[in-house]
């Protein structure tokens, strides 16, 4: 079964920005320096103090929400405008985007024996501008088309893991390799049936990944700029889904690992397991990003349906063994949770008890055994961008008794890869080629 695309990621960038130093002279001097950073802060968006690129994993914070979204035009306006075109190969990694760079990972060759690489791009005119490359074995690898995890940007840093748990630490601006590890042959972690998914991320000076490694390897934090290993966690196999931070009621960080046999709660900094729910999967495909929000941690598979338990202890609020997805995240909005579950379509569950309001019986990605889509929240509205499997870049409006859909528009070939933003622009690929395209924006008076 030939598949195209992967579970990736999404950034807006600001549009306003500081004003060039002239247009605060000669009386800028004078200030006090608590007068220099009011006016510095009065020219910054609200939004200005947490990043608006989608330098990782489903954004800033990992939940699929462009929190600085343009006004996209309902009406389609003009439809896309594809700005530029480059040839990539196979891979489900999606596209991340970051200090006016693209990234993103493929694959090249035949199987088994192929190569992964590292693809780094212009934003704005698309021009390639660096590649890191090396040997990978996919034998025994299904859905062999390429890797799977998205590259996270952080500090000047990229960081990217292949199919085959290769990790990489690289300067973000030249590829440079900075450090670098091959768990599989020097830790002894075992790749997952599917290979290694979960994209790594940032927790303070660490960044993590799930491994899988025996005896108490399951996830492991390296050091984010020697490579050395800080500490390791968890007994657990290595499953697909990405890590995600959050806060106890208490105000305490903590860290939702889903594996193939538990959902865990984990203290970030020493790896700490505070509790863990049992929840084992069959053929491990604890795939799409855990979803946290108003206490409640929700989960669901493919062949086990949905869980909501309790962050605070881990003790189940509600299960539906029906409400079964598989790749696409969850996303949240107002108290639901909307979810491509792989019977119904879309289906829309009130998060606190599971109750379901409505499904969309298929209309924005076709049924398949194994649905995809990537669905992504603008800012504060009830609009999101959906780009379906068969690569149609979909925009709606969430409503109480379902989705409204203002237009589609062919983007890509088949894809199951998260898109990127900057502004007005989305980056998609495919197996072929990584898109840039112009948003219809609702146009000034």
Partial sequence: MECLGEPGQIRFNLENRLPPPSAMS???????LFSILCLLA??????????????????????????????????GGDGLEVLWTQPVGGGYAGVTVAEGRVYTMDRQGETPKV?????????????????????????????????????????QLAYAIGANGNLFCLDA???????????????????????????????????????????????????????????????????????VFTRSAEGEDRMVLWTPKHVQLLNPDGGAVLWEFPYEI???????????????????SYWHGARALQLADGKQIWEDEMLRGLMSCPLYLDGTVYLLERENGFIASELSTG???????????????????????????????????NGELIHATLGADGIAEHWREQL?????????????????????RLVAAKLPRIREP
């Fill in 26 to 32: 000669p009386r800028t001097s004078s200030f006090s």
């Fill in 42 to 75: 009065s020219q910054l968006p609200p939004t200005a103090a947490a990043s608006e690129e989608w330098p990782r994993w489903r954004g800033p914070e990992g939940k699929g929400v462009v929190s600085n979204a343009p006004p996209i035009d309902p009406s």
């Fill in 115 to 155: 190569t992964e690489r590292i693809l780094c791009f212009e934003a704005e005119s698309g021009e390639p501008l660096w590649t890191h490359s090396w040997a990978a074995d996919y034998e025994e690898l299904e859905y062999g088309s390429g890797p799977r995890a998205s590259v996270t940007i952080h500090d």
């Fill in 173 to 243: 601006a030249s590829g440079e390799v900075k450090w670098s590890i091959d768990p599989i042959a020097k830790l002894g972690a075992v790749r997952p049936k599917w290979g290694f998914a979960a994209s790594p991320v940032i927790w303070e000076d660490t960044v993590i990944v799930p491994l899988g490694i025996p005896d108490g390897g399951g996830v492991v934090a390296f050091d984010r700029r020697s490579g050395e290993e800080r500490w390791r966690s968890s007994s657990d196999p290595a499953g697909y889904a990405t890590p």
């Fill in 282 to 300: 069959t053929y491990g495909v604890a795939i799409a990003t855990p979803l946290v929000r108003d206490g409640i941690v929700f989960v669901s």
């Fill in 355 to 389: 109750k379901k309001l409505w499904d969309d019986g298929h209309l924005l990605t076709p049924a398949n055994r194994n649905p995809q889509a990537n669905l992504v929240h603008l800012g504060d509205t009830d609009q999101v961008l959906v780009l379906n499997a």
């Fill in 412 to 432: 890509t070939g088949k894809t199951w890869a998260h898109p990127g933003f900057d502004n007005s622009r989305i980056y998609a690929r495919d197996d072929r």
